[in-house]
């Protein structure tokens, strides 16, 4: 398996307070991605990183900011969290562009 | 945009019996395509992707896919399924734009397998 730690693992907390969770990968690849998954959507992309501090918007970025600061770790912030936003939270890292992505094994947040 | 379906929520074979899970894509351009699988609790496992040249793929666990393009398909079969073949299947196409390739995901077809 692609060396992908998410934390944390489970997370619950209330609507209104920040909320970050952290992806770290040992692989050193360039690319990085934060999706969400939800029951009748699939997966969805929220944020994703081609480099350090290079950063851009997926399909459901409101409500969700990115931070790459090193090339292993890939920050995902709630700046407030809303009940809407209550989700299993992916992250993702690929070498290339074009290689497969691999997952890491989620984070489920509920925000009550 | 692009865009995927899946158009079986859920699909139950006996084991030993045949799987064909279906896939379609919306794209202007030839897409990659992949397969993944999800067991419970679990992250998503690559099965097999299509990017170019012959359009069966062959994958991990026996699993092959064939990309139609006449069709805008990209069917996921497998000849003989194993209990531990139960799982959720994703089907996915991504576009290159130099930033990496953000994929889009189909909603998911749940295999269950009865003994």
């Known amino acids: 398996d692609a060396g992908i730690t998410q934390s944390p693992r489970h997370k619950v907390t209330e609507t209104g307070t920040p909320v970050t969770l952290r992806c770290h990968q040992t692989?050193?690849?360039?690319?990085m991605y934060w999706y969400r998954q939800d029951p009748g959507h699939g997966l969805r992309l929220i944020h994703y990183?081609?480099?350090?501090?290079?950063?851009d918007k997926g399909e459901v970025s409101d409500g969700y900011s990115v931070s790459r600061s090193k090339t292993e770790d890939f920050l995902l912030t709630l700046e407030s969290a809303t009940s809407s936003q209550t989700s299993v939270y992916f992250c993702?890292?690929?070498?290339?562009?074009?290689?497969?992505?691999?997952f890491g094994d989620g984070t489920r947040l509920s925000i009550l | 945009a692009q865009s995927v379906t899946q158009p079986d929520i859920h699909i139950t074979v006996s084991e030993g019996a045949s799987l064909e899970l279906r896939c379609n894509y919306s794209?202007?351009?030839?897409?990659?395509l992949f397969w993944y699988v999800q067991s419970p609790g679990q992250g998503l496992q690559l099965l097999l992707k299509?990017?170019?040249?012959?359009?069966l793929v062959q994958g991990i666990k026996g699993f092959e896919a064939e990309f139609k393009r006449s069709q805008s398909s990209f069917n996921l079969r497998k000849p003989s399924v194993h209990w531990s073949d139960a799982a959720e299947y994703f089907c996915?196409?991504?576009?290159?734009?130099?930033?990496?390739?953000?994929?889009?995901f189909g909603t998911g077809t749940q295999l269950k397998v009865e003994l």
């Open positions: 990183s081609y480099g350090v501090k290079d950063t």
């Open positions: 692989e050193n690849h360039r690319y």
């Open positions: 993702a890292i690929s070498d290339k562009e074009y290689q497969p992505q691999h």
């Open positions: 996915a196409v991504t576009i290159l734009t130099g930033g990496g390739n953000k994929l889009t």
């Open positions: 299509y990017f170019s040249g012959d359009t």
């Open positions: 794209y202007g351009a030839t897409p990659y």
